[in-house]
């Protein structure tokens, strides 16, 4: 199905800063205009709420799991602007970075 084109295009991209619809529409032969509505249809969000949905999921398992600090993390995730990773991150959990680590530490 062409949405799970479009699925692992992303989750094998997502930590390049630059992914963009363009990219991922090039990727599976369509239009960006076809890709954005044929996946917000399936998923029932936006592909750039997926992308940014999918590097904070990764960023919550790097807090827990390594020591690096957020930064590198953010970094690591395809966040190029400090600022928005850490914003996002408070909006997407409700904690900062070290308060979620913290809290989830030794589960």
Same mark, same amino acid.
């Not at 690096?68 to 590198?72: G, I, L, M």
């Not at 997407?92 to 900062?96: A, L, Q």
């Given at each position: 199905m062409f949405v799970y084109s479009v699925l692992e295009y992303i989750n094998n991209n997502y930590k390049n800063p630059n992914l963009s619809v363009e990219m991922?529409?090039?990727a599976v032969g369509k239009s960006v205009n076809y890709t954005r509505a044929m996946f917000k249809k399936s998923m029932g969000i936006s592909i750039s709420e997926y992308i940014r949905k999918k590097r904070y999921e990764e960023v919550c398992r790097l807090l827990i799991e390594t020591d690096?600090?957020? !930064?590198?993390i953010g970094k690591m995730t395809g966040f190029e602007s400090v600022n928005y990773? !850490? *914003?996002?991150f408070k909006k !997407? *959990?409700?904690? *900062?970075c070290n308060q979620y680590r913290e809290k989830n530490k030794n589960k």
């Open positions: 991922i529409a090039e690096h600090d957020a !930064y590198k990773f !850490y *914003t996002g !997407y *959990t409700g904690m *900062t």
